[in-house]
């Protein structure tokens, strides 16, 4: 496994770059202000996201999705940052103003929530590119050279002032970051066509049976969400589109299939470039969007080289970090022994004479005796009781399991009560036992 390695832990360094390089890359990250996407309801998440937005779910062990996408940005050097939100955005308002308030506002740092306004109109965030639309003011208030776009619901590592470096330095008005991704995965991306230097000839969203990469039969380059692009040219690009009324208001439906034609300096910038976290030669970047990919990449982290390496003081995954006492196993008896294999524990959690194997317990969970937790993804706040078998399984936070019961044994009955996915992971939320818990 190769991960990049870096000395300087202080948010915002970065000892990649060269001296003079790195003076540059400080420069850029000053003049660019980073607009975060939040809003989106995640209905593939079931329901993970019935009373929360996508990016405020839990992942990890302690952190939320957004957290990744905000850490990148600090440690990338850039503290001016908002955020637009709208569907289910309390627990995330409540997380970003818990866990991201250190910013120094005298410093002209900041990290602003931007809900919906509805000053001009009644509607709603039309789409990602009306999001940003709405808040022109915004961006004309702080006046900043480039504009970074962002998605605040992927599980990645970049170094952002990377991408800005190379769209400065190829006279970009508009870069795309990119990812290879499996030939088959096309109808899930925007899929980019470039030229040898880079130049994106054709931008196709979610397309079926796109070229493939040439000499690659198998693979495309499939666009991150992550764009960067200069103030004046976004401007424009989202008046022209707000007066389009044939327009659902998306960067990838409407903008960026239009930009190749219409003779702007639109550049790919290549993830492994910038990507922090490399594993096994492969960059990593996860869209956690269904229970099964949620459920994978959280468990990949119990593994002893995980794909993600969340132990790299260098380039640290800030949070809001609760004050909680350390975790606790208890119980050395023939017949309830107290055992933790192959997991992540959190603080505040309590294994009181049960066994929990390859598997992740966020913080304050309370795991009663004689229960077993299998391969499964336990949110915060959950009180397992005695004598449960849970396997193969995601249970949301505040559920509280009562004893006896069986999750991930007999599919057939696990449908009846819980949801479960196309690869069969069992969702259990609180509303499944009845217990009427909103405020997440």
């Known amino acids: 496994m190769v991960f990049v390695k870096q000395e300087n832990s202080l948010p915002g360094s970065d000892t990649r770059h060269g001296e003079g390089e790195n003076s540059r890359a400080t420069e850029l990250v000053r003049q660019t202000l980073a607009v975060v996407l939040a809003g989106g309801r995640g209905t593939r998440l079931d329901g993970l996201t019935a009373w929360r937005a996508k990016p405020a779910v839990p992942f990890g062990g302690k952190f939320c999705i957004i957290d990744f996408t905000l850490s990148n940005c600090v440690n990338s050097g850039i503290r001016r940052v908002g955020i637009c939100t709208q569907y289910r955005a309390q627990s995330l308002i409540r997380h970003v103003h818990r866990g991201w308030s250190f910013l120094d506002g005298r410093l002209n740092e900041f990290i602003e929530l931007l809900p919906v306004q509805q000053r001009e109109t009644a509607e709603w965030y039309r789409g990602t590119a009306d999001a940003i639309y709405q808040n022109t003011g915004f961006l004309r208030r702080h006046a900043p050279k480039h504009v970074l776009v962002l998605a605040g619901d992927h599980v990645y590592k970049m170094d952002y002032s990377r991408m800005l470096t190379e769209h400065v330095e190829r006279g970009a008005e508009v870069s795309i970051a990119c990812v290879e991704a499996p030939l088959a995965q096309s109808k899930e991306f925007g899929v980019i066509t470039v030229d040898e230097r880079g130049r994106v ?127 606790k196993c208890v119980f050395d008896e023939d017949d309830r022994r107290g055992t933790i294999l192959d997991s992540m524990v959190s603080g505040g959690c309590i294994v009181s004479g049960s066994i929990v194997r390859g598997s992740i317990l ?79």
């Open 362 to 440: 966020f913080s304050s969970v309370h795991l009663h005796s004689y229960s077993l937790v299998e391969t499964s993804v336990v949110l915060p706040d959950v009180e397992i009781g005695r004598h449960c078998v849970i396997r193969r399984a995601i249970i949301d936070k505040h559920s509280n399991v009562p004893p006896g019961t069986r999750i991930g044994v007999d599919p057939a009955e696990d449908r009846q009560r819980f949801s479960v996915s196309e690869k069969g992971i069992t969702l259990v939320t609180p509303e499944m036992f009845g217990q009427k818990v909103h405020d997440r």
């Open 201 to 327: 000839l054709r931008f196709d969203e979610k397309p079926e049976g796109p070229p493939p990469l040439p000499g690659r039969g198998d693979s495309i380059l499939a666009s991150m969400g992550i764009y960067v692009f200069e103030t004046e040219c976004l401007v424009a690009l989202l008046e022209a589109d707000a007066a389009d009324p044939a327009s659902v208001h998306d960067f990838g439906h409407d903008i960026l299939p239009k930009l190749p034609a219409s003779g702007r300096r639109v550049y790919a910038h290549e993830f492994v470039k910038s990507c922090v976290n490399v594993a096994n030669g492969v960059p990593y970047w996860r869209d956690v969007g269904t229970l099964d990919s949620y459920w994978e990449a959280n468990l990949d982290l119990v593994r002893v080289s995980p794909d993600l390496n969340l132990y790299d003081r260098a380039w640290p995954i800030w949070t809001y970090q609760e004050q909680l006492p350390p975790a």
